[in-house]
């Protein structure tokens, strides 16, 4: 148990709900994985953001159901996500989680000096606080968000398609695209750690202490999926190493792995995109019945 849990009456250091909504890819060809995602996937994008132009990035996000898989490029020279690329090449940048008060846990990870922020902002009923990935296992720079409820979007948390400030201002824009990819969801993510450390349960319970995120021992318990860890290697750079998604419908997960094999990314097992395995899992839950 973590000491965050165990930390007296119930405060900031507390877990709270947490929800995995957005995973941000780096790649050198934007319009390569722009075409491979929307293709092979069978999703479509839903935003691009001009103001990433500030940190010298393009981008476009693509849904899955209610959550996003964002993919960013550098268009100039000298940026974060650049020398990530040069380092690494194409693959994982950014966990992006929702929380119910980002605020409240940013206060607690700055007073308790467990992780530095890097950017914030708050906007309306938002809230986004980004954290140098310095310290942190598995490689991935983390980012923790909210939006505060509101008589538009009352349970920000649990409605699967409720509105993500990333996919830009307006709700009615993006959701039906949101809507269109209902049959698929984020199930999960693997990151890598640091070449040399095997620990996924300190790894896990790190997460856990620092961003407030449900533990089941070695996984972190996101209200819709779980994130775990696979231990260092000499030779492989630490961070995202697959992301698994969800398929309501044989038809359409075989319509996924007959498409990923004509694009010749199929793997053992796997499809292989933007520098990551990608596995596609059947799934049941019907659009009545919905998936948190």
């Not at 100039?76 to 380092?87: F, H, S």
């Not at 720079?141 to 939006?147: A, K, R, T, V, Y």
């Not at 996101?222 to 697959?242: I, K, P, W």
Request: aromatic share 6%; hydrophobic share 35%.
């Amino acid at each position: 148990m973590s000491s965050a849990k165990n930390a007296g009456p119930k405060g900031a250091g507390d877990v709270a709900p947490t929800r995995l909504r957005q995973i941000a890819l780096v790649v050198k060809d934007l319009e390569r994985a722009r075409h491979l995602l929307t293709h092979v996937i069978g999703t479509e994008v839903i935003f691009e953001d001009a103001t990433v132009a500030q940190w010298g990035l393009k981008n476009f996000l693509i849904a899955i159901g209610g959550e996003i898989i964002e993919v960013v490029s550098p268009i100039q020279e000298n940026t974060t996500a650049g020398r990530l690329l040069q380092k690494r090449g194409d693959g994982g940048y950014m966990i992006i989680m929702q929380t119910s008060d980002a605020q409240k846990r940013r206060s607690y990870i700055e007073t308790h000096n467990l992780a530095k922020v890097i950017w914030g902002h708050e906007h309306g009923d938002v809230v986004c606080a980004q954290y140098h990935p310095k310290g942190i296992k598995g490689g991935m720079m983390p980012e923790l968000d909210s939006h505060a409820p509101h008589p538009n979007n009352p349970t920000p948390l649990k409605s699967r398609f409720s509105p993500w400030h990333a996919a830009g201002s307006d709700h009615k824009v993006y959701y039906p695209g949101m809507r269109r990819s209902a049959h698929l969801s984020l199930e999960g993510c693997v990151l890598r750690l640091a070449p040399g450390d095997a620990d996924h349960e300190a790894a896990s319970r790190q997460w856990e202490e620092v961003f407030g995120v449900s533990r089941s021992r070695d996984l972190l318990a996101f209200t819709n999926a779980r994130m775990g860890f696979v231990g260092g290697r000499e030779g492989e750079q630490e961070g995202l190493v697959s992301v698994t998604i969800g398929v309501n419908g044989r038809e359409k997960i075989d319509g996924i792995l007959e498409r990923a094999r004509k694009e010749g990314v199929c793997g053992d097992g796997w499809v292989n995109m933007c520098g990551i395995k990608w596995y596609f899992v059947l799934t049941g839950h019907g659009e009545a019945k919905g998936k948190l």
